[in-house]
């Protein structure tokens, strides 16, 4: 069965950085398109980042300028770096994996940024 499976969440002030990360088990990781999405609660999954191809991230708005997202298909990880985090960043962050229509997600992890 694959799996994505995140880590590298925690508390972090504002204004810190965190990176997290998501191993997947996927055959041909390198053909899927890499992302992280996010929910806070009371409000629906919005996109963080996603990527195929190192030179073409794609960012929503909220994280661009903040956020660089970037991925090893080598060590078949995925990596968001996140920076000058706000208390709006607070969130449970999912990994997903895309390709042809078919999406894998992971179980989540939690990131609060307070003071």
């Known amino acids: 069965q694959w799996q994505l499976v995140e880590s590298g969440g925690g508390l972090v002030p504002p204004g810190g950085s965190l990176r997290l990360s998501c191993v997947g088990s996927l055959s041909l990781f390198n053909i899927y398109v890499m992302g992280w999405y996010r929910q806070a609660p009371g409000k629906q999954r919005e996109l963080v980042a996603t990527?195929?191809?190192?030179?073409?991230?794609n960012y929503g708005d909220s994280v661009k300028g903040r956020f660089i997202i970037s991925r090893s298909n080598a060590k078949k990880t995925v990596y968001p770096q996140m920076n000058n985090l706000e208390p709006d960043d607070t969130a449970v962050y999912y990994c997903n994996a895309a390709f042809m229509g078919a999406n894998y997600w992971g179980q989540g992890i939690q990131v609060t940024v307070t003071s």
């Open positions: 990527i195929k191809d190192e030179d073409r991230p």
